[in-house]
Every structure is written in structure tokens, then in C-alpha cells.
Nanobody, 129 residues
Framework: QVQLVESGGGLVQPGGSLTLSCTAS????????IGWLRQAPGKERERVSC????????NYTSSVKGRFTISRDNSKNTVYLQMNSQNPEDTAVYYC??????????????????????WGQGTQVTVSS
């Protein structure tokens, strides 16, 4: 059974950092591109970042470039999202997503991310003083 489980969310002060984890089971994560999305209350879901299946290429939405870093640890079947210099606009539920039909680039992952077939349950991130 394909499953993605996010963890690591919580409350952080502006300027602070959090690292989210997305652990996969039921398949080998490094065979597939995977990405992070987020949805804030009353707002549309937003693509955040992707990492490719092969060479570890990455991309990011402009609002998080230079602050967020996506990475993967294949030995743990886990993808991470390191979030630094956080601001209240980062408050959202964060989801990881992948699709077992897609083994392509980070750019392709980012383009298709909203339509990926396997999602985690989400983890809440709140940035507030």
C-alpha cells in the first residue's frame, strides 16, 4: 500500500526554522520525483518545491527560494523540507505528493504536482509571535 506521512509541523516564531519530513512506505521513494505543496486558510493550494527522481535536481516557488531547501534521504525513504527565515505568510498545511507514473525532472514534477496521485495527510505549520 502506497503511503506518505508528513511530520515536523508546529508553531514557530517569525524568523525561525522548521524541518518537515515526508516518509514513504509501500514503494521506493528514490524512483520517483516528489514535491511539497501548501494550503493556507481561505487560499488556493500552492506548489512549493520539487525534487527529481534521479539527479536530485530541485525547484522552488519564488516566494520560498533562498529560504526553503528540499532534500531526500533514500536510505530512510524520506524527503525533507528545511524552512528557514519563516514569515507569517508561510502559515499553511503542508503536504507531500508523488505519483508512481512519474520519474522525471524537478521541472516536470512542479508542473504536474497538483495532479499527482499519492498524497500525505498534511502537517500544520503556523508562523506567529
Amino acid at each position: 500500500q502506497v503511503q506518505l506521512v508528513e511530520s515536523g509541523g508546529g508553531l514557530v516564531q517569525p524568523g525561525g526554522s522548521l524541518t518537515l519530513s515526508c516518509t514513504a512506505s509501500g514503494f521506493t521513494l528514490d524512483d520517483y520525483a516528489i514535491g511539497w505543496l501548501r494550503q493556507a486558510p481561505g487560499k488556493e493550494r500552492e506548489r512549493v518545491s520539487c525534487i527529481s527522481s534521479r539527479d536530485g535536481d530541485t525547484n522552488y516557488t519564488s516566494s520560498v527560494k533562498g529560504r526553503f531547501t528540499i532534500s531526500r534521504d533514500n536510505s530512510k525513504n524520506t524527503v525533507y523540507l528545511q524552512m528557514n527565515s519563516q514569515n507569517p505568510e508561510d502559515t499553511a498545511v503542508y503536504y507531500c505528493a508523488t505519483d508512481l507514473s512519474f520519474q522525471g525532472s524537478a521541472d516536470g514534477c512542479y508542473y504536474l504536482l497538483n495532479d499527482f496521485g499519492s498524497w500525505g495527510q498534511g502537517t500544520q505549520v503556523t508562523v506567529s509571535s
